[in-house]
């Protein structure tokens, strides 16, 4: 089984592609929407509550990954569990050989929430990654590491903007000491926007510190990159390209190709290292954009 470090330790573009999981998706069908990302993707990402709805806990589902020969990446996010809850997934994830780790802060219930729930944030994301590191170095829960495990990669978050002359990333500076392996940004369709953003960190050198992944959607429909850009605020979709999509006679392969053209722009920025792949309709709408991108077969 191919891992996501070694994928990153290569000269090839990295790829990774995000599981979509609510309350009815069963172990049977998680599997099966794995297997369809994993023929392009390097690593299956599991999501924490992304949609603030319960589901098959992502630790479970990263032992289902790994039972079918697939490199799971474990999202863990702050606002769900204390710091005793997240220890203790951060180390029964590593006890399975789910060694790689995407810690965030996680995003606030949405307003109207039901049942009404309250976010923890116990600790914070980069008090998070610090305390991953620290289990990972030997310094916690010693003694509870497998005897063949490659070691926790730790990786975390960060939002790609415009940013303005003479800013320095310092949070991101602060990610790599807290212990940050690889970063990963939102959604991001500005490519522009993207490059000038990555510029900074490459020229901060911190790309010599972590590996840095971009992120796409792939859209069915004018109307999902819509919905996505809504439920996910964040994230960078400019009108042109929904009017794009929307002007299309077959909105679906627009949607394909035009993931499959930014993919392309990404593979020869310099400072990238991967790209994480998501989106809110079938998952075989991400292999159709990689393998039209020509990044795999």
């Known amino acids: 089984m191919k891992t996501l470090r070694e994928a990153l330790r290569s000269e090839e573009l990295t790829l990774t592609a995000e599981l979509s999981l609510d309350p009815r998706s069963g172990p049977e069908a998680v599997i099966e929407q794995a297997k369809t ?66 810690l965030l802060r996680g995003a606030n219930f949405p307003e109207g929430h039901r049942p009404k729930t309250t976010g923890v944030f116990d600790v914070s994301a980069i008090g998070l990654i610090a305390a991953a590191a620290t289990i990972r170095e030997g310094d916690a829960f010693p003694g509870t590491e497998p005897a063949d495990s490659p070691g926790l990669y730790i990786g975390t978050v960060a939002t790609a903007f415009n940013p303005a002359e003479g800013w320095t990333p310092e949070k991101l500076t602060s990610k790599a000491d807290a212990g940050a392996q690889f970063i990963q940004l939102q959604p991001c369709h500005d490519l522009e926007l993207l490059e ?65 053209e930014q993919l392309q722009a990404i593979a020869r920025m310099p400072g990238i290292s991967g790209v994480t792949l998501v989106t809110p309709a079938e998952p075989d709408l991400v292999p159709a954009a990689v393998r039209a991108a020509g990044l795999r077969t």
């Open 37 to 102: 990302l994993a023929e392009v993707a390097d690593a299956v990402q599991i999501p924490d509550h992304r949609h603030s709805l319960p589901h098959l806990s992502n630790i479970a589902v990263a032992a289902l990954l790994l039972q079918n020969g697939i490199d799971p990446v474990v999202q863990m996010n702050c606002r769900d569990r204390n710091r005793v809850a997240l220890q203790s997934d951060i180390v029964g994830a590593r006890a399975l050989g789910a060694c790689n780790l995407l």
């Open 196 to 260: 000038a953003y990555v510029t900074k960190i490459v020229d901060s050198k911190l790309t010599w510190r972590f590996q840095l992944l971009a992120s796409l959607a792939v859209f069915p429909s004018a109307d999902a990159a819509r919905e996505f850009r809504k439920a996910r605020p964040d994230s960078i979709i400019p009108s042109e390209l929904v009017q794009r999509i929307e002007g299309a006679d077959d909105q679906a392969a627009e949607g394909i190709a035009i993931a499959a």
